[in-house]
């Protein structure tokens, strides 16, 4: 076990790593107080997310944990971001990993440092973790992942199942936002020159992402499913099953030897303090991993289970969760591939054991979907999936008998269908539902897929009207237990909003078979493992000036029959207790559609973004839109920012994009 003793540290608020082409980084570093006397490993996270006002909440329950335990932890910004110099072109290139693997280099090399560097993040930091691993630097020893993709094509913000996912635009819309921020005007005499420079030359990225809508080069790059050899670094994977990117997790344990899984109840958090609760003491499992591999200790890592996976309770359909009751569940070797599958039938007769005669057809008005809740639940509000009752009606469905047992679902179910379309250009959801005995519908898991990738993601093909394909779709994975006497549900429907962008038609799918292969696990009657409790440190301290709120709101003009999904999300105000600088932020998406006619979706968002030192105020208000027609895709995105109220810069930016069987 660990030996670890806990040492007095200091804290760098803006540490200068100079790059090899004179770029300067700034890193926040905590460390031990004698760390040139007694070197000590490093563990890096490295983000876009600015760490002086963006990601201090998470930074202060985290990185002195680790310091006071004999580690020198850096918080980068990344080039173009926060308090760093340079500029970002796009998320995951090759100069962003470039400069990770320059940085792990140059600490590797300092004397505070005992050549030992092991890398963390939770989303982006997730990300390039596993792309950094796999250039396979040589201090780089060890990385824990969390919330993260191993296929940025499939199961990243941008498309899913060759869908695209509404996020693409909302996302680029965040990070439009995030981007524009100046540096703290504190740290740097040149902060209104970095300032102005960064937001000239700022990419409108939703209209990047958009321009690949196939699985190119573009996508291959940063995916590391493309040579799980690569990754040597020893690979702590961890997700929740609220969170969208619940497939990493099992593929890395199933793909990378040695490598180790963690999925708990969570949205897009850290453990510690993630929700839905219970959280674990993910800074000491974390800790146990980085002593083993980075200081040479014996804490008993290698011998874990490979997959620790908290099997939820199946419960009654929410928008928010603060608990979910259900136990952990481990599995020796791999994850789930290996466990029993059942083989269950779509028939006219409802979802059975016994095959039978199929023969329905679904055509879903545009709004279904109404209930998908948010493809990625981060900001803490309702964002979960809700009753999938009003989505069930626009669905074909297909209903269990009662459960004569408990069933563990643990596993990616795949769903098996022979269907065709009217249309040459379609898509459909697939819904795995829990059916209560008075009718509520809670989502276990979903999938959704553009017919035009049934064969391949980076050569689509439209289908042919009328005539029937065998199609193929992996649900996510999961983990949930259906209750005796609850029934299980296939629903299938051909449009998925405001989760999907709509196919430029709407289309009617006609079933004539189908099968689901359900991963199902002999029942577990108790914990399987148990965590430690959380732990962390003090919190950031601040004076709040604005308490945050959220909100997720449906409309419906009676006039047009337009239906309207209206979200805002306030980040509050807040000032920093120890250094004094301001910020905030307030983000607003509004997503619209009549349910008769899909090439009325239209996206639009708005954010605010505060940043407040002394008498500099300073504003940035970023906007994006989104709509199609049959043939192409109309974006639109303005910056403005303010000092003391004045305009100093505007942007516009208008872009037509070609649809690409989508």
């Excluded at 006071?68 to 910004?77: M, N």
């Excluded at 040479?296 to 309770?313: F, K, Q, W």
């Excluded at 307030?586 to 002394?614: K, N």
Aim: aromatic share 8%.
């Amino acid at each position: 076990m660990s030996t670890n003793t806990l040492r007095e540290i200091e804290e760098l608020p803006d540490l200068g790593i100079m790059l090899s082409d004179g770029c300067r980084l700034s890193a926040r570093v905590w460390r031990p107080l004698d760390a040139a006397d007694d070197p000590v490993p490093v563990i890096l996270e490295y983000l876009p997310y600015r760490k002086r006002d963006g990601t201090c909440a998470r930074d202060a329950l985290t990185h002195p944990y680790f310091a006071k335990r004999g580690y020198a932890c850096l918080r980068v910004d990344m080039r173009g971001n926060g308090d760093s110099e340079g500029l970002m072109e796009d998320e995951y290139t090759a100069q962003e990993q470039a400069d990770a693997v320059e940085v792990i280099n140059w600490v590797a090399a300092q004397d505070w440092c005992n050549g030992n560097v092991g890398m963390m993040g939770i989303s982006w930091g997730g990300f390039n973790s596993l792309q950094v691993a796999a250039l396979q630097p040589d201090p780089l020893k060890a990385i824990i992942t969390l919330c993260s993709t191993v296929d940025r094509f499939a199961d990243d913000i941008h498309y899913k199942g060759g869908c695209l996912l509404n996020e693409n635009l909302g996302w680029g819309a965040t990070m439009w936002a995030y981007s524009s921020r100046s540096p703290d005007p504190a740290l740097r005499d040149d902060w209104r020159d970095l300032w102005l420079k960064r937001l000239e030359n700022e990419p409108f990225l939703a209209t990047r992402w958009l321009s690949h809508q196939r699985r190119d080069a573009y996508w291959q790059h940063g995916s590391v499913c493309e040579d799980y050899s690569a990754l040597k670094a020893k690979v702590l994977a961890v997700g929740g099953w609220g969170d969208s990117y619940k497939n990493a997790v099992p593929q890395l344990v199933e793909n990378v030897p040695g490598a180790k899984g963690i999925v708990g109840p969570w949205v897009h958090k850290y453990p510690h303090f993630a929700v839905p609760e219970p959280r674990i003491g993910f800074l000491q499992e974390a800790l146990r991993w980085w002593d083993h591999w980075l200081k040479g200790i014996d804490t008993g890592v290698e011998d874990d289970p490979d997959y620790r996976a908290y099997l939820m309770d199946g419960v009654r359909p929410a928008t928010w969760y603060t608990n979910r009751d259900g136990r952990w569940i481990t599995e020796s070797e791999g994850a789930s591939a290996h466990l029993p599958v059942q083989t269950w039938h779509l028939t006219d007769n409802g979802l059975s054991q016994e095959s039978g005669p199929l023969r329905q057809s679904v055509t879903s008005p545009a709004h279904c979907g109404a209930a998908s809740g948010e493809y990625c639940a981060i900001w803490l509000g309702p964002e979960m999936p809700g009753d999938q009752r009003g989505d069930d009606a626009f669905s074909a469905c297909f209903d269990s008998a009662p459960a004569s047992e408990d069933m563990d679902i643990v596993g990616a179910p795949r769903v098996t269908l022979t269907l065709s379309a009217d249309k040459p250009q379609a898509q459909m959801a697939v819904r795995l539902c829990h059916i209560h005995p008075d009718g509520a519908s809670t989502r276990i898991t979903y999938g959704v897929l553009n017919l035009s990738h049934r064969k391949s993601a980076a050569s689509p093909e439209p289908m042919p009207p009328g005539e029937a394909e065998q199609i193929t779709l992996d649900l996510d994975h999961i983990a949930y237990r259906l209750p005796k006497g609850h029934r299980l549900r296939v629903a299938i429907s051909s449009a998925y909003w405001p989760l999907i962008w709509p196919a430029p038609e709407m289309a009617t799918l006609s079933l004539s078979a189908g099968q689901l292969a359900l991963p199902v696990r002999k029942t577990a009657d108790k914990d399987e493992w148990t965590f430690p409790p959380p732990d962390a440190e003090t919190p950031w301290q601040i004076t709040t000036l604005r308490k945050g709120s959220n909100s997720r709101a449906s409309e419906i003009d009676h006039n047009s029959g337009d239906i309207h999904l209206v979200i805002t999300d306030d980040f509050g105000k807040v000032q920093d207790d120890v250094h004094g600088l301001i910020s905030g932020g307030i983000a607003r998406e509004r997503w619209s559609i009549h349910p008769d006619d899909p090439l009325s979706a239209r996206g639009t968002c708005h954010w605010t973004t505060e940043l407040e030192r002394d008498d500099i105020i300073l504003r940035t208000e970023t906007f994006s839109e989104m709509w199609s027609d049959q043939t192409r895709f109309y974006l639109k995105g303005r910056v403005e920012a303010y000092e003391n109220d004045v305009l100093i810069y505007a942007r516009d930016e208008n872009d037509t994009i070609e649809r690409d069987h989508l």
